[in-house]
Structures are given as C-alpha cells and as structure tokens.
C-alpha cells in the first residue's frame, strides 16, 4: 500500500502553493524548473531568481500583444528578466489594470531558444489558482527539496480533467420562493470549491426538470451590483421554479465567469477604463469564458436527472450539457435585470459571447 500523493493530489497543492507564494517543481523530460506566481511571489525569493540570470516571465499572448513583447511560441510569449526589476516592476507587467498608473514598461527581451513548456504549464497553474496568468519560470535543479513536483504533461491546458462529486451533506431549507426547499452540497474530489443544488419541491426525474446552472456572483447575487444581471437572474429563476412547484437550481463556485473574485475586480477596473467585458477578461490573460459547465451536468446525474429544460440565454451551457448526455428538451429564456448600468455589458454577452435572445 502507498500513500503517496496523486497527480490530482499534487495539482491541489500546486495550486496552494503558487497562492501562498510557494514554487512548484516541474519536469519535462531530463529538464526542471521552479514556476513561481508573480502575483504571490515572496521579496525573499526574488534576489536569488534574478541573480540565477536564466529566469523567464511567462506571458499570455494577449497581455503580450498589450506590452509589445514578441511571441515566438505561438500561445505563450517568454520574456528575460531583467536584474533591475523589483516586485512592482514585475506586477506593473503582470497586471493590466495597473496599465495607466505605470505605463512606461520595458524593453522587453522575448525569448525563442529552449522549451516552452515550463512557460505553459506555469500559466495554466496560475489561472487554476486564480491568480493572474503571468509566472517565472527558473530552469535549473533546485538545491533544496520539497516542492510539490509535476510533469508538465500532467498540468491541464485547457479543461482540467472531470472529477468526481460526492455529495456531503443535504437538509430542508425552507425559500421565500418556497417552503419546500432542499440544498445539497457536492465536493469535487480535486479539492476544489464546493458546489450546491437547490431542489424547489419533487421533480419529477421521468420527465424533463427545470433546471438553473447558476455561476456564483458574489456582486450581483450577494451586494445588488448593477453591473450584471446575475442577482435578478438567480431570484427569477427561483421565483419560476417555485410558481410551477419544482425544480433545480446549481449555484456553481465559478466567480467572475471562472477567474475568482479577485481577478474579476482587476476586469471591473479595466472596465472603468472604456474596456468591455470580453476585453477586459482578455487583457487579463484570460478567456471571455473559463467555466466549466461539465461539473453542473455531473451533479445532475448524481441527482438522477437525465432530461431538463433549462433555464438560460448561453449556448455554451446548452452544449456542455448535451455533450455530457444531458439531454435539454427546451430552451427557457431568462430575461431579466436590464439596467443602464449593465445594457453594455449585456450588449457585449450577446454581440461576443453569443447570448441568445
């Protein structure tokens, strides 16, 4: 018997360790390198990274298109560390919203020789953690041991490998929407964020439910933010689950269209500076969209419900589900919550996003 650590084991601490400043250990082939975040990265280790003078800054294409740094790899751009750089330099470089307070960056060096793996893998970690997608790659052995180690073909590029829910707990909880209410709270078995189903009365799992994949919106659900129309969404479809007596609502931990809370604040403030949603999102380094909508239809199945009508405006949610043998019967529009702070945003969802009417 082993209790040695899995890859699903070794990506939750990679993930941990990259938010709490901590190098991750990688290898492709015969080579390693330490990745550290740049968001996270710890005065103390900056010194001895720059004076090792083989150090790289892993870029996103986009933020380097913005920083007019070369890309030579095609979807990763590498760039030489400079000795003179200091912690801010190296945010004012990672962090887009910091773009008009330090607009003077560079020059930048891009690099083309050597693998670019470490580079990817480096990324991809970040966005996982939800840190900004910027990271430094060291090459080299490490002197000291016990960083959490990976191959980089171990680190998922896109979609992260479906995990399993298991389902911890569940009790009544009466709505105003309903007093025959029920939430049940799924854990993803990677360690992730938990998840949560709302059950509205007894649906009926022969025919088709009415089901919501809510994304948690901590501004819009929680605050009232007038900026999206997540809150009035999450309150009508409850409100139309309750008037026909039945339903499931899952309210997904993927804050800020999957890029966390923080992340999101950093889009609301290039928003402020005439970028849309989808911009904004993409000078950040990221996608319009990074959720994972697999994990609703996963939750679904362990719920026994194969068939629903779905309560949406996004295609994308449709697709998912259908590519995971969710069947949708119907397409429930869910309008609500225009307001003249949001109308551009909602706009943007439509014209780039493909948010349907």
């Known amino acids: 018997m082993t209790f040695a650590p899995d890859v699903t084991n070794r990506l939750a601490r ?19 390198a330490l990745v550290f975040a740049v968001e996270t990265l710890q005065p103390a280790h900056l010194a001895p990274v720059l004076a090792a003078g083989t150090a790289q800054l892993a870029l996103s294409p986009r933020r380097a298109e913005t920083l007019k740094a070369r890309v ?75 960083f959490t180690p990976l191959a980089v073909h171990e680190v998922p ?3 992260a490998p479906e995990v399993s829910l298991d389902q911890v707990s569940a009790a009544r909880v009466p709505l105003e929407v309903s007093s025959a209410g029920r939430c049940v709270v799924f854990r993803p078995g990677d360690g992730g964020e938990e998840h949560y189903g709302v059950e509205i009365g007894r649906p009926d799992r022969a025919g088709p439910v009415l089901v919501r994949l809510h994304s948690a919106c901590f501004t819009g659900d929680v605050l009232g933010s007038l900026k999206c129309d997540c809150g009035p969404q999450l309150r009508a479809a409850l409100g139309q689950m309750g008037a026909e007596g039945a339903g499931v609502l899952l309210y997904l931990n993927q804050e800020g269209r999957g890029i966390g809370l923080a992340n999101k604040m950093r889009a609301y403030a290039l928003q402020d500076q005439g970028f849309d949603t989808v911009e904004a999102n993409h000078r950040l ?31 994308r949610k449709i697709a998912m589900m259908e590519g ?15 307001t003249s702070e949001n109308r551009a945003y909602l706009a943007t969802k439509a014209a780039k996003s493909g948010h349907l009417s």
Do not use: C
């Not at 043998?325 to 309008?335: D, F, K, N, Q, Y």
């Open 324 to 338: 995971e043998g969710i069947t949708v019967t119907e397409r429930v529009p869910l309008h609500v919550g225009e």
């Open 157 to 159: 590029l896109g979609l």
């Open 285 to 315: 380094g990221f996608e319009d969209d990074e959720r994972d909508f697999r994990i609703g239809a996963a939750i679904l199945r362990e719920m026994g419900i194969t068939r629903v009508r779905l309560l949406t405006n996004n295609p």
């Open 72 to 146: 030579y790899d095609g979807d990763v751009a590498r760039v030489a560390l400079a000795a003179h750089w200091d912690r801010n330099d190296l945010m004012a470089l990672a962090d887009p919203s910091l773009d008009l307070r330090r607009p003077l960056k560079g020059p930048l060096t891009g690099l083309r020789e050597g693998p670019a793996s470490f580079a990817r893998a480096g990324i991809a970690l970040a966005k996982s953690a939800h840190l900004l997608p910027v990271a430094i790659v060291l090459p080299g052995a490490p002197s000291e041991m016990g």
């Open 14 to 32: 990679a993930r941990t360790d990259l938010r709490l400043g901590q190098p991750v250990l990688l290898r492709d082939g015969d080579a390693v």
